[in-house]
């Protein structure tokens, strides 16, 4: 491992992502790289591009900015849902030398403003005509930008200057070409690995988002240190296919996913939206995918719901999650650590007693619920936020791995990951290559390495503020570990965010993560926020699960008016009064509470709350997009109410 890991190094210092690209390109021209839906109309009729098709793509575009006056240093943005011409913009950018900036296409339009006069974008990339909208309306507020290129091919390019179509910047930089022949490829061995590679906005809670600047080596260290920790586990990834859906324009996604497949020859399958994710399974059958605790909730849940579609379905769930977690049990080692090594299933060294009611088990529900994973499924990853043990715990019972990590949009993602063959739920693994870890007196995680941006962009403040007289950078989240004896490492699980720790009046700390990951899985709690400082007891904003209950209560003959109700995606995201206020909803989101707080002390105990009548909504920044719950602005939105609770 030593040595390889003497290799990886060596490596890093000459590597950067147009270097990566182009060798994998070479390595791998045949192999199916894209694979995507041309018409959301027809999601099964799928088409793909090849490595070579891939290069030839980024080659010309790269170009084509290079005709219009993009150099070294300079910064270009990208703001697009998941889909093939990220990757294309992403790599074209990168390979002359400039400077890829990320905006996440929901955005407010003072934030997009923001972001492109902050890091002076000369050119932005939209995907439709929504991105296009925006643009149009502050183009003017932007004296930075020269062109906007619009994407895709059913966009309506405007009548204006500087907006340009995607085809017509690729066919400038053929042309470019011919009178500037290895123009790509001088550009692309220009760069260096402590070259800036892109500047990463954070969403934030309060204030403009801040940029955080990576350069090609805290990437390509990530991307290094992703492929030696799956190794101690015996995955050697190689010609997978990973299901793309998460915001490309946070690094999570755009890393470990976009960069990690590149890196290792594989294809990226981009679903339609996250909405579709269970639908996208089903046509491109991944062997893994990246997603976040929020999204596993989802998926046990639709797990759950399709095997208990009848009375007799249900109880054979249920018999089946009990003998699950006896075996999860029974492979647990004294320190709760579980192999799920490459090879490894839960059937290994079982009793034979134990092995007969799992292989019922198995072959009457979890094989039918796995189903919806996809017939290829090996493993996903979790981050983001910590996966709950309990949530971790169901999904093994089921026969299914997710390998949790630990990262920050500062750190390339990779602070720590779990090893396959140790697996701690609800632990975020030990500390990953080329990174140092360590707890703060007050448990606050700290580390440097590799991975470690080099700091906030036109934010001197902010950045001496990040890091600690040492050079560790400050995560901002508290921790714990345990020790690992057999890898003689330490594994950290997170207390919560430190400025989440709530307190009551009585001076008793409460995590924040601690209470709301009670109701992971619930059956009719769908988000939960939960109050406490400074108050006499811990309460909630509860949003309840409004699709199941309508469900379950019309089978007692209870209906609700719908003209109240709205639908997106075909999902009830608000109710009204009459649904909120019923006393049969509190009955059933009473059952929740009271499950969630047998796992809470006394004083961490939800004691009241208030049911609310719409979901977390992103469009009102409750929600990030990673789909975390800005709690103070749930807070603050729901004051009223909450004031309500304690009076």
């Known amino acids: 491992m030593e040595k390889v890991r003497e290799n990886f190094t060596e490596n890093l210092y000459f590597s950067t992502l147009p270097d990566m690209f182009n060798r994998s390109a070479y390595r791998f021209g045949d192999r199916r790289c894209q694979w995507y839906q041309p018409d959301p109309a027809n999601p099964t009729e799928t088409a793909y591009l090849t490595y070579a098709d891939v290069y030839i793509k980024v080659k010309d575009l790269s170009c084509g900015l290079m005709s219009m006056g993009i150099t070294p240093g300079d910064r270009a943005a990208i703001m697009s849902y998941n889909c093939p011409q990220w990757l294309w913009a992403d790599f074209a950018i990168l390979g002359c030398g400039a400077v890829t900036v990320t905006i996440y296409p929901s955005f407010s339009v003072n934030e997009i403003k923001y972001i492109v006069n902050n890091s002076g974008s000369r050119v932005a990339f939209v995907r439709d005509d929504d991105g296009v909208k925006k643009m149009l309306g502050i183009l003017d507020e932007m004296p930075s930008l020269e062109k906007v290129i619009v994407m895709s091919e059913k966009a309506t390019?405007?009548?204006?200057?500087?907006?340009?179509?995607?085809?017509?910047?690729?066919?400038?930089?053929?042309?470019?070409?011919?009178?500037?022949?290895?123009?790509?490829?001088?550009?692309?061995?220009?760069?260096?690995?402590?070259?800036?590679?892109?500047?990463?906005?954070?969403?934030?809670?309060?204030?403009?988002?801040?940029?955080?600047?990576?350069?090609?080596?805290?990437?390509?260290?990530?991307?290094?240190?992703?492929?030696?920790?799956?190794?101690?586990?015996?995955?050697?990834?190689?010609?997978?296919?990973?299901?793309?859906?998460?915001?490309?324009?946070?690094?999570?996604?755009?890393?470990?996913?976009?960069?990690?497949?590149?890196?290792?020859?594989?294809?990226?399958?981009?679903?339609?939206?996250?909405?579709?994710?269970?639908?996208?399974?089903?046509?491109?059958?991944?062997?893994?995918?990246?997603?976040?605790?929020?999204?596993?909730?989802?998926?046990?849940?639709?797990?759950?719901?399709?095997?208990?579609?009848?009375?007799?379905?249900?109880?054979?769930?249920?018999?089946?999650?009990?003998?699950?977690?006896?075996?999860?049990?029974?492979?647990?080692?004294?320190?709760?650590?579980?192999?799920?090594?490459?090879?490894?299933?839960?059937?290994?060294?079982?009793?034979?007693?134990?092995?007969?009611?799992?292989?019922?088990?198995?072959?009457?529900?979890?094989?039918?619920?796995?189903?919806?994973?996809?017939?290829?499924?090996?493993?996903?990853?979790?981050?983001?936020?910590?996966?709950?043990?309990?949530?971790?715990?169901?999904?093994?019972?089921?026969?299914?791995?997710?390998?949790?990590?630990?990262?920050?949009?500062?750190?390339?993602?990779?602070?720590?990951?779990?090893?396959?063959?140790?697996?701690?739920?609800?632990?975020?693994?030990?500390?990953?290559?080329?990174n140092e870890v360590k707890l703060a007196e007050d448990g606050e995680i700290l580390v440097r390495g590799g991975n470690v941006f080099l700091g906030y962009y036109n934010n001197p403040e902010a950045t001496a503020e990040a890091f600690d007289s040492d050079g560790f950078f400050r995560t901002g989240d508290i921790g714990r570990t345990v020790h690992n004896k057999k890898l003689g490492k330490d594994y950290y699980i997170i207390v919560d965010r430190k400025k989440a720790i709530m307190v009551l009046d009585t001076g008793k700390n409460v995590p924040r993560a601690k209470v709301e990951s009670r109701f992971t899985a619930s059956n009719y709690v769908e988000q939960v926020c939960a109050v406490a400082d400074d108050r006499k007891f811990v309460s909630a904003v509860i949003v309840p699960k409004f699709d199941r209950i309508i469900q379950v209560l019309a089978a007692e003959g209870i209906t609700f008016d719908e003209s109240q109700m709205v639908k997106v995606d075909g999902l009830t995201v608000k109710v009204g009064t009459d649904f909120s206020e019923h006393p049969k909803v509190r009955a059933l989101i009473e059952l929740d509470v009271a499950e969630a707080n047998k796992g809470l002390e006394d004083y961490e105990a939800v004691k009241d709350y208030h049911v609310a009548n719409r979901v977390f909504m992103p469009d009102l920044d409750e929600m990030t997009p990673t789909l975390k719950i800005k709690f103070r602005n749930v807070l603050k939105n729901f004051a009223h109410e909450i004031e309500k609770i304690y009076k």
């Not at 179509?165 to 066919?171: C, F, H, N």
């Not at 579980?338 to 060294?349: A, E, Q, S, V």
Request: charged share 20%; aromatic share 12%.
């Open 157 to 434: 390019v405007p009548d204006n200057d500087k907006f340009v179509a995607l085809q017509q910047v690729i066919e400038l930089g053929r042309k470019y070409e011919l009178t500037h022949p290895y123009a790509y490829q001088k550009a692309c061995d220009a760069i260096k690995p402590w070259d800036l590679a892109t500047i990463v906005y954070t969403s934030g809670t309060t204030g403009n988002p801040k940029g955080a600047m990576h350069t090609h080596h805290t990437f390509m260290s990530a991307n290094a240190a992703d492929i030696l920790r799956f190794g101690e586990g015996g995955v050697h990834p190689d010609n997978e296919t990973q299901l793309s859906f998460l915001p490309l324009s946070h690094t999570y996604e755009r890393q470990c996913c976009q960069m990690y497949s590149i890196f290792t020859g594989s294809t990226i399958a981009y679903a339609e939206q996250p909405a579709t994710v269970i639908r996208d399974i089903y046509i491109f059958n991944p062997t893994w995918f990246c997603a976040v605790p929020r999204i596993y909730e989802r998926l046990y849940v639709a797990m759950r719901d399709a095997a208990s579609a009848t009375p007799e379905g249900k109880a054979a769930f249920e018999k089946a999650m009990e003998i699950g977690l006896k075996v999860v049990d029974y492979q647990t080692d004294e320190d709760g650590f579980i192999d799920f090594g490459y090879g490894r299933t839960l059937f290994d060294g079982l009793p034979e007693d134990l092995r007969a009611e799992y292989e019922w088990a198995d072959a009457n529900v979890f094989s039918k619920v796995r189903a919806l994973l996809g017939k290829n499924y090996r493993y996903s990853c979790s981050a983001s936020a910590s996966l709950p043990a309990r949530l971790c715990k169901l999904f093994m019972a089921m026969g299914v791995t997710i390998v949790e990590g630990y990262g920050l949009t500062e750190t390339m993602n990779a602070i720590n990951f779990s090893v396959t063959s140790a697996i701690l739920p609800g632990s975020m693994g030990p500390e990953t290559a080329f």
